[in-house]
């Protein structure tokens, strides 16, 4: 069993929708449990430069609705030299914590595994990412919200991609990972979706997009036509490619990257309850004397997944949406 008196928590990497309502699940929960919680600042920078504060319930009314995260996050370089590890495992000694709870995504948690060769306290992850790209959990905290933010953008490109009868490229976040490209893309109706999983794009085989778009021209005549696509999918992005599909077709391709627009915004329900779900049971395995797991959630169950295999890009984009919009995808 853990005998937890006093517990961390911080959020790192990229925000998500949700990482407030994280925050407040754990320290209710903790609270209720009578163990003491501090929230590190700025990630794992905060930890290093011991930037913290003392939660009580009174910081967390009111943020379940919040997107960010009153943690502030941030990338932290120094976590990746020799020492930075070995400094971070020395603070949370000499602060008497005797857990800690990072929120985040599969960077923060290689970060987490590197503390735990020189930590003596238990260290568990809870995904939160627009990207859902972490193993061992459906859906990571921010991606429901993510799809609809993507999906109001979408939806009002395609009135004036209708408009002009004109061809729209809209590049959606997801580092290495389709996920969020699938989704959205399925749900906006998109024409086409490129995403890393569905093969390597380049200048020399890019007519696997241009023919689709032609045989559309065929059928339709003129028309707005929507490509979604995920970024780093085509070298020099997305504004690149529609250069590249513009002299290729003789028609005018405009291209929109959403950015971060994609990362902020209140959290929809799907999100809260998730984000509410992994905290408190994150707190609740702790004290079952959990260590180095991801709190994740399958099939509507909470389960363990270990720390040093959320990383492992095993989790696979729906092959049946896959297989349906590539069957649809090229008419």
């Not at 853990?2 to 998500?16: E, F, P, Q």
């Not at 990412?129 to 429901?144: E, K, L, M, S, Y």
């Not at 024409?191 to 059928?219: M, R, S, V, Y």
């Not at 395995?285 to 991801?294: E, H, K, S, Y």
């Amino acid at each position: 069993m853990g005998n937890i008196k006093r517990l961390a928590v911080l959020t790192s990497g990229g925000d998500a929708p949700g990482m407030n309502a994280c925050i407040r699940a754990v320290l209710l929960t903790a609270n209720a449990c009578n163990i003491d919680v501090i929230g590190f600042k700025h990630g794992f920078n905060g930890l290093l430069e011991q930037e913290f504060q003392t939660l009580h319930p009174h910081h967390v009314d009111n943020i379940i609705q919040r997107g960010g995260t009153i943690l502030k996050s941030a990338r932290c370089p120094a976590m990746e030299q020799p020492d930075g590890p070995v400094k971070a495992a020395a603070i949370l000694d000499q602060l008497n914590i005797d857990a800690l709870i990072v929120i985040g995504g599969d960077g923060s948690f290689r970060g987490t595994m590197a503390i735990s060769k020189h930590y003596r306290g238990q260290l568990i992850g809870v995904p939160g990412t627009i990207d859902n790209d972490v193993d061992g959990t459906d859906t990571t905290i921010g991606f429901a919200t993510a799809i609809d933010t993507a999906l109001d953008a979408i939806d009002k490109i395609r009135d004036t991609a209708d408009a002009f009868e004109r061809i729209f490229l809209v590049e959606l976040m997801g580092r290495h990972s389709g996920y969020l490209s699938l989704a959205a893309g399925i749900a906006g109706g998109a024409e086409q979706i490129i995403c890393p999983e569905f093969g390597k794009l380049d200048a020399d085989n890019l007519n696997t997009i241009i023919t689709p778009i032609k045989h559309a021209q065929l059928l339709k005549g003129k028309t707005s036509y929507l490509i979604v696509v995920a970024e780093h999918s085509y070298p020099g992005g997305v504004t690149a490619l529609a250069e590249a599909l513009t002299m290729a077709i003789g028609i005018e391709c405009r291209a929109c990257i959403l950015g971060h627009i994609q990362r902020g915004g209140s959290p929809v329900g799907a999100d809260r309850i998730l984000a509410t779900k992994l905290g408190a049971f994150a707190v609740e395995q702790l004290l079952q004397g959990a260590n180095l797991v991801m709190a994740g959630e399958v099939d509507g169950e909470a389960r363990l997944y270990p720390l040093a295999k959320t990383g492992e890009r095993a989790k696979a984009i729906d092959p049946f949406l896959v297989r349906w919009q590539q069957q649809i995808g090229s008419f």
